[in-house]
Antibody, heavy 121, light 108 residues
Framework: EVQLVESGGGLVEPGGSLRLSCEVSESTFSTYSMNWVRQAPGKGLEWVSS????????FYAASVKGRFTVSRDNAKKSLYLQMNSLRAEDTAVYYCASRICSTGVCPFAYWGQGTLVTVSS | EVVMTQSPATLSVSPGERATLSCRAS??????LAWYQQKPGQAPRLLISGASTRATGIPARFSGSGSGTEFTLTISSLQSEDFAVYYCQQYNNWPPWTFGQGTKVEIK
């Protein structure tokens, strides 16, 4: 089974920056579309960003556009999320999740265990 | 943006009983609808895709139905490990990929 492991979360002050990473176990990582999904404490799931297999298509939720940047390194089987200008409302567990299909129309098949980002002074 | 609405917010069910969860989309998503299960402190897990296809390793007591804007997840006989929060998600019209607010299935 595909394993996804996030890292990089922590406590950061409002206005600060943080970079999350997600390492994937599968050698076929370069064929996956990858996503970041977050979950604020006690709340539901919110899609944050998506990047296609070759980084040719990148999308962001309106709530993070212009502040967050998603990237990937297929050689390292890794996904990243650079988060700048962080706000209290960005406090959440951040999950990476993979979509595995050729059409782009597919669910989030595999998820990491999540990394907690807390934005507070 | 497609808005997903789940009902009820909380469902109280006795072990062994049947649970029926609903999900409604604000516009047609065809059958591009997934259900996820999330237990406390854990990541979501894919249960159902294509509105009715169980993911690998998911027990047959979980079934999904529906198309267009109305969907249902049924758990035929609740086991202790099934008490969790369930989310629906549409992946037909994106971005964004949107989730419902969740239904918590609790022990009655």
């Amino acid at each position: 089974e595909v394993q996804l492991v996030e890292s990089g979360g922590g406590l950061v002050e409002p206005g600060g920056s943080l970079r999350l990473s997600c390492e994937v176990s599968e050698s076929t990582f370069s064929t996956y579309s990858m996503n970041w999904v977050r979950q604020a404490p006690g709340k539901g799931l919110e899609w944050v960003s998506s990047i296609s297999d070759n980084s040719g298509n990148i999308f962001y939720a309106a709530s993070v556009k212009g502040r967050f940047t998603v990237s990937r390194d297929n050689a390292k089987k890794s996904l990243y999320l650079q988060m700048n200008s962080l706000r209290a409302e960005d406090t959440a567990v951040y999950y990476c999740a993979s979509r595995i299909c050729s059409t782009g129309v597919c669910p989030f098949a595999y998820w990491g265990q999540g990394t907690l980002v807390t934005v507070s002074s | 943006e497609v808005v997903m609405t789940q009902s009820p917010a909380t469902l109280s069910v006795s072990p062994g009983e049947r649970a029926t969860l609903s999900c409604r989309a604000s516009q047609s998503v065809s059958t591009n609808l997934a259900w996820y299960q999330q237990k406390p402190g854990q990541a979501p897990r894919l249960l159902i895709s294509g509105a009715s296809t169980r993911a690998t390793g998911i027990p047959a007591r979980f079934s999904g139905s529906g198309s267009g804007t109305e969907f249902t997840l049924t758990i035929s006989s609740l086991q202790s490990e099934d008490f969790a929060v369930y989310y629906c998600q549409q992946y037909n019209n994106w971005p964004p990929w949107t989730f419902g607010q969740g239904t918590k299935v609790e022990i009655k």
